[in-house]
């Protein structure tokens, strides 16, 4: 399995910007498609956004559309999450996570889906 590390979380007012990196490790990474999940308090863990090996597909939860772009840099091993206006409903715990594919294209959008996972990085937003 790939190793996941999260970085980049903090606390940021409404309508600020975050940046959240991943970093990887263990396998080559670009076999790997990588999401983004998210978990506030007291709820489930949802699907944020996902993006595909190659990078060349993304697709995002409505909530975050328009605001958050994933994006990944394979030869640094890295998948990004750029988030924009950020709303205190944002507020949550964030996690990256991988699925080894052997498929293009965007596939997979539930927790079930990637079995490797980061320790998850606190993103704090102030109204």
């Known amino acids: 399995q790939v190793q996941l590390v999260e970085s980049g979380g903090g606390l940021v007012q409404a309508w600020g910007s975050l940046r959240l990196s991943c970093a990887a490790s263990g396998q080559i990474f670009s076999n790997y498609a990588m999401g983004w999940f998210r978990q506030a308090p007291g709820k489930e863990r949802e699907f944020v956004a996902t993006?595909?090996?190659?990078?060349?597909?993304?697709y995002y939860a409505n909530s975050v559309k328009g605001r958050f772009t994933i994006s990944r840099d394979n030869a640094k091993n890295t998948v990004y999450l750029q988030m924009n206006n950020l709303k205190p409903e944002d507020t949550a715990v964030y996690y990256c996570?991988?699925?080894?594919?052997?498929?293009?294209?965007?596939?997979?959008?539930?927790?079930?889906?990637?079995?490797?996972w980061g320790q998850g990085t606190q993103v704090t937003v102030s109204s």
């Open positions: 993006i595909s090996r190659s990078g060349a597909n993304t």
């Open positions: 996570a991988g699925r080894l594919t052997t498929l293009a294209g965007i596939h997979y959008y539930t927790s079930a889906d990637f079995t490797s």
